[in-house]
């Protein structure tokens, strides 16, 4: 059986030393870019790699980009193969953050064409509840190589959002908190507020109180809900910077309404051009 978006602490358990499976620590401070790799080397799953939402996940700013643009392809799938992912790998890829951060990469080796990658739910703290330890002991990895299969049809650029808006062709969803999206409180960017006609559906609601993911036919109502007539391939996803959004894009693939995309760049390239509406409250 393959894992393609969430799989449990338990069944993580039962494959902890299976060759086929790679673990992926995606650990990551925005307020503390070293608390990650620290934390990571204080403690982390057996034969987990780390990776680094900047220096790995994400390619170097630029002035019309947003804070964390996609990397390059071919620098990634390097990276990949050291981390001893191959094309036949079942890769997990967790946190501590109830999967905001891991489901960057696993987005990112869907884009690459890998679709054997799931979160674990619950993260870090899943894993400690049902008994998983954790070592400072770095794994032994054998590089193997990896080759991309890119859908560039999974993402958008600003424009393409900004003229299928315009279009009303697509439903637009904002992973950030109330507070930012209606531009009442803005600790990162520079600008506060969210894109015109965008709706807000704040990460957070796709977890229950252990952190772990809603049931799927939960999922499935709310969004059904939220979207309206709306069709999944018309959905694309969207927060500060393209991270965060990858889960609510996860908890819509999960709950079986596949299809929709993430729009990379998200608000902080969305305000780079100031000649781009914004709105708020």
């Given amino acids: 059986m393959t894992h393609k978006t969430l799989v449990s602490a338990a069944t993580l358990q039962q494959h902890l030393h299976d060759p086929h499976w790679v673990i992926m620590d995606c650990r990551f401070s925005l307020s503390d870019i070293t608390w990650g790799p620290s934390t990571y080397r204080q403690g982390h799953l057996p034969n987990a790699r780390y990776a680094d ?3 790995d996940l994400s390619a170097a700013v630029k002035d019309y980009t947003g804070r964390h643009p996609l ?23 967790y946190d501590n953050a109830g999967g905001a951060i ?14 054997n990658v799931a979160v674990l739910d619950g993260g870090l703290q899943a894993w400690q509840r049902q008994g998983g330890t954790l070592t400072t002991v770095l794994p032994k990895v054998k590089p193997v190589p990896f080759r991309c299969y890119v859908d ?15 279009q009303r062709a697509i439903c637009l969803v904002d992973a950030r908190t109330p507070e930012r999206f209606h531009g009442l409180h803005e600790p ?14 704040p990460l957070q609601l796709n977890l229950d109180n252990h952190g772990l993911f809603l049931p ?9 809900t939220l979207l309206g007539s709306h069709l999944p391939e018309q ?25 929709s995309k ?16 914004v709105a708020r409250g």
């Fill in 262 to 277: 993430l729009y990379a760049g998200s608000w902080s390239e969305w305000i780079k051009d100031k000649n781009r509406a």
């Fill in 53 to 55: 939402l900047n220096q």
């Fill in 216 to 224: 799927p036919t939960e999922l499935k109502q709310q969004f059904t």
């Fill in 235 to 259: 959905v694309v996803h969207q927060c500060g910077s393209g991270v965060t959004a990858c889960h609510n894009l996860l908890a819509m693939e999960y709950a079986g309404l596949g299809s």
């Fill in 152 to 166: 560039d049809k999974q993402w958008l650029t600003s424009r393409q959002v900004q003229n299928l808006l315009a």
């Fill in 71 to 93: 990397p390059d392809i071919n620098v990634l799938a390097v990276k990949l193969g050291q981390w001893g992912i191959g094309n036949a790998s079942q890769v997990v890829v």
């Fill in 188 to 201: 990162i960017d520079p600008v506060a507020g969210h894109i015109p006609n965008a709706i807000n559906r």
């Fill in 102 to 115: 891991a489901g960057r990469l696993w987005w990112l080796l869907r884009w690459l064409g890998h679709q």
